[in-house]
Nanobody, 123 residues
Framework: VQLQASGGGLVRAGDSLRLSCLVS????????AGWFRQSPGKEREFVAA????????YYADSVKGRFAISRDNAKNTVYLQMNSLKPEDTAVYYC?????????????????WGQGTLVTVSS
């Protein structure tokens, strides 16, 4: 199983970015997915999650209203649209595949992880 995250980069505060995570090696449409992030010196934290069908989504309070998670099961890809970016959003962003069709906010609820993509937001 491989999860390949992409789309990170250096942007200014207020800009937008869209992260993508291509999943291979498992029946993607059967599994929930999530995004987490880790800033220097901090623990990895939950950002957003989406159930297998895309029917339910969940967000950390810090990104609610600015970020949107979505998925295209035909393309085995999950996305994270990030708008109104702030310097505090600077982190390495990781995508993850859940153990089953449901999702949660804990890292322990995800089985497979991507390598991460760096997002840097300048002020």
């Amino acid at each position: 199983v491989q999860l390949q995250a992409s789309g990170g980069g250096l942007v200014r505060a207020g800009d937008s970015l869209r992260l993508s995570c291509l999943v291979s090696g498992l029946p993607f449409s059967d599994y929930g997915a999530g995004w987490f992030r880790q800033s220097p010196g901090k623990e990895r934290e939950f950002v957003a999650a989406i159930t297998w069908s895309g029917g339910s989504t969940y967000y950390a309070d810090s990104v609610k209203g600015r970020f949107a998670i979505s998925r295209d099961n035909a393309k085995n890809t999950v996305y994270l649209q990030m708008n109104s970016l702030k310097p505090e959003d600077t982190a390495v962003y990781y995508c993850a595949s859940a153990f089953g069709s449901t999702v949660g906010t804990s890292m322990g609820q995800y089985r497979y992880w991507g390598q991460g993509t760096l997002v840097t937001v300048s002020s």
